[in-house]
Structure formats: C-alpha cells, structure tokens
Nanobody, 126 residues
Framework: QVQLVESGGGLVQPGGSLRLSCAAS????????MGWFRQAPGKEREFVTA????????YYGDSVKGRFTISRDNAKSTVYLQMNSLKPEDTGVYYC???????????????????WGQGTQVTVSS
C-alpha cells in the first residue's frame, strides 16, 4: 500500500505563491504518473495537473496554465506543485494522487488514480 503525504498549504494573499509537496512511501515512485487535484467547498474535485513517470511530460488544467508548475524528484519520491499568481478561486483542499497507468490525454480523470493523499488546505484571501 502506497501512502502519500501532502504539505505546504496555508493562507496566502492574492497574487502570492505557495509550494506544495507530496511525499510517497515505497520504492516504486518512479513507476507512477502523479497528479494534483483540488476541491473547493460544495464543488466537485477538479484536475490541476499531472506529470509523467520521468517528469518529461506535464499536463495542466486550463484554469492554472501559466501559473502553476508541477515537478518531481524521483530520488526523493516527492512531487511538487509550485503555485504562483494565486487567485481566490484557487482556494480549496489540494490532493496528490498516484496513477498506475500510462501518462496521456486521459490523465485528468480522477477515476484513473488509485491512491490519494489526505489533502492540504490552500486559502487565497486578503
């Protein structure tokens, strides 16, 4: 069983930045596509971004393109989400997740992800 632990959330003013981290247990981290999702109160879980096993390919939701950057360090079994130019609508609980399938155009689908972290709260407010 793989475990994921997110960290780095908090309160930030509009226009500010945060960097989220997600550490995975186990030795097969480099075999997984990794994704970030978020969920605001009363809304469905939303795809944010995904990264291929090697880190060479990435995929972003339209609402975060140009502002967020996903990266990974397979030696540390950790995936990161750098969030810049934050907006109030970015507020929500952010989850990282593992996808054991191939990276591709369907990597935005939450039902393809097998393991999820507990989430970290991000609040963007003045």
């Amino acid at each position: 069983q793989v475990q994921l632990v997110e960290s780095g959330g908090g309160l930030v003013q509009p226009g500010g930045s945060l960097r989220l981290s997600c550490a995975a247990s186990g030795r097969t981290f480099s075999s997984y596509v990794m994704g970030w999702f978020r969920q605001a109160p009363g809304k469905e879980r939303e795809f944010v971004t995904a990264i291929s096993m090697s880190g060479g390919n990435t995929y972003y939701g339209d609402s975060v393109k140009g502002r967020f950057t996903i990266s990974r360090d397979n030696a540390k079994s950790t995936v990161y989400l750098q969030m810049n130019s934050l907006k109030p609508e970015d507020t929500g609980v952010y989850y990282c997740a593992i996808n054991r399938r191939l990276f591709g155009s369907t990597s935005y689908r939450p039902n393809l992800y097998d393991y999820w972290g507990q989430g970290t709260q991000v609040t963007v407010s003045s």
